[in-house]
């Protein structure tokens, strides 16, 4: 029960909701976060286990209709005059996943709806510490990150058609290193990923005085491809992007680490600075995603800039990502 001292009670007319937020350890490896809204009669209790959620609502007054309560697509399991009850696995009702850090994150609404004036709704979180053996069920990436906001990223080696995680880490000078980004929606609207920036460098955080080889600069530009046969791949679908890069001679036999920039934009706010190109040696600088906005990569060998004054950090377009792939090695042939 959670403690009613200090509330100072109300006629129900003019009930005031308090919120609570409660965070503990479960068996020193599960971090629980009870969301809860409690007015003067009226409390939540929620339990998270390791794959199953149990919510409690109570009311002592019996005003609310027990019945109409749900937990995102969900019926209450068991309803009496006082209480709705919910005992549900943590796949079901709708939860939606996020991971942020370390954690994995489920959440839901807690909603009641008998009439436009008395019709609310609750946040139910249940956070989870990571598995350190959790990966994201697309692949099994050699490195991953992890975005905010309802986004999560991925980058990763991939074998040579694009179908499953490379087999090996070590690339003979001149062949393809397939890499694959991607972004998870979740219930975001849908967005395309562009990479930005990559450079290789021999170490895994970037430093002033670290030897670099760019890839892609210029807000999208694969600089690389002018001097090689790297190319983007033609896309399979808006979230996720393709590079065949061609395995330089950049500190060849030493450990590698691509750094790069992921950008998930709205497709309509696309300029060019939001871009992504690669050279043909017949036909110039194109356009991956149409080659007949090619104009947006006149700019590669120059700088390129945009017209319009957008802020990445405020999330209204897109979101800005940094990930790290490696290490991998080039070897000589």
């Not at 998270?48 to 009311?59: E, F, K, N, Q």
Request: charge should be negative; include cysteine; aromatic fraction near 10%.
């Amino acid at each position: 029960m959670l403690p009613k001292s200090g509330i100072k009670k109300h006629p129900p007319s003019v009930r005031r909701k308090c919120s609570v937020t409660m965070a503990f350890f479960w068996q020193g490896a599960l971090l629980l976060s009870l969301a809860a809204a409690v007015s003067v009669y009226a409390e939540m209790k929620l339990d998270c286990g390791p794959d199953s959620v149990t919510l409690v609502w109570t009311d002592s007054r019996a005003q609310a209709d027990t019945s109409l309560f749900r937990l995102g697509s969900c019926l209450p399991t068991r309803v009496s005059v006082r209480e709705a009850v919910f005992s549900v696995d943590i796949n079901d009702c709708n939860f939606s996943r996020m991971v942020t850090g370390n954690n994995l994150m489920y959440t839901n609404d807690l909603t009641y709806a008998s009439s436009p004036d008395s019709s609310f709704s609750l946040p139910v979180v249940c956070a989870y510490e990571r598995p350190k053996d959790w990966y994201p069920l697309i692949y099994d990436p050699v490195f991953d990150t992890y975005g905010q906001g309802g986004l999560v990223f991925h980058v990763g080696l991939m074998n040579g058609d694009f179908s499953g995680p490379a087999e090996s880490t070590s690339f003979p000078l001149g062949s393809f290193i397939p890499i694959m980004a991607s972004v998870a929606q979740k219930t975001h609207q849908p967005l395309l990923l562009l990479l930005e920036e990559c450079v290789a460098a021999t170490t895994p955080e970037l430093q002033p005085e670290s030897s670099i080889y760019p890839i892609i600069t210029n807000k999208g530009c694969l600089v690389d491809s002018m001097i090689s046969r790297s190319r983007f791949e033609p896309r399979q679908k808006s979230s996720e992007i393709h590079l065949s890069l061609q395995a330089f001679r950049f500190a060849l036999g030493e450990e590698v680490f691509i750094h790069c920039k992921l950008v998930a934009w709205d497709p309509v706010g696309l300029d060019n600075t939001k871009k992504a190109c690669h050279y043909d040696k017949e036909h110039g600088w194109e356009l991956l995603d149409n080659t007949a906005y090619s104009n947006l990569c006149d700019c590669c060998e120059s700088t390129c800039k945009s017209r319009w004054m957008r802020s990445t950090a405020s999330g209204k377009h897109g979101m800005v990502h940094n990930a790290v792939l490696g290490p991998l090695t080039i070897t000589g042939t």
